[in-house]
Nanobody, 132 residues
C-alpha cells in the first residue's frame, strides 16, 4: 500500500508563488514503472490534471499552467513537488497528488495521463487560494 500526503497549500495574492509537496510512503525503486501527477478541483468543477511526470523523468502540463508550474521529484524519489509561480485566481482549488505504480505503456502516458482512472493512489489534498 502506498500513501500520499500533500502539504504546502495556503493563501496567496495573484502573482505570488507556492510550492506543494507530496510525501510518498515508500520508495518505488529505480526500476519501477510509475506516473506521478498533480490534479486540482475547484468548487463546482471536475477534478483536472495539471502536471505529470513518469519514471523516465518526462514531464507534461496542461496549457493553462505551462510556463508557470513545474513538477519535480527529489533524488530519493520520496517526495513530489509542484512549484507554482505567477498564480492566478483561477488556480484556486484543492490540489491532489496522484500516483500510478506499476505497468503503463506509451498509449497510457500520451492519452490517459489526465484520466483519474489511470491512477491507483491519491492523497487527501491541500487547498490553494489565490486572491486578486
Amino acid at each position: 500500500q502506498v500513501q500520499l500526503v500533500e502539504s504546502g497549500g495556503g493563501s496567496v495574492q495573484a502573482g505570488g508563488s507556492l510550492r506543494l509537496s507530496c510525501e510518498v510512503s515508500r520508495y518505488f525503486g529505480s526500476s519501477s514503472s510509475y506516473i506521478l501527477a498533480w490534479f486540482r478541483q475547484a468548487p463546482g468543477k471536475e477534478r483536472e490534471g495539471v502536471a505529470a511526470m513518469n519514471n523516465d523523468g518526462t514531464t507534461n502540463y496542461v496549457d493553462s499552467v505551462k510556463g508557470r508550474f513545474t513538477i519535480s521529484q527529489d533524488n530519493a524519489k520520496i517526495t513530489l513537488f509542484l512549484q507554482m509561480n505567477s498564480l492566478k485566481p483561477d488556480d484556486t482549488a484543492m490540489y491532489y497528488c496522484a500516483a500510478r505504480i506499476g505497468y503503463y505503456n506509451d498509449y497510457m502516458w500520451r492519452n490517459l495521463r489526465w484520466e483519474r482512472s489511470t491512477y491507483n493512489y491519491w492523497g487527501q489534498g491541500t487547498q490553494v487560494t489565490v486572491s486578486s
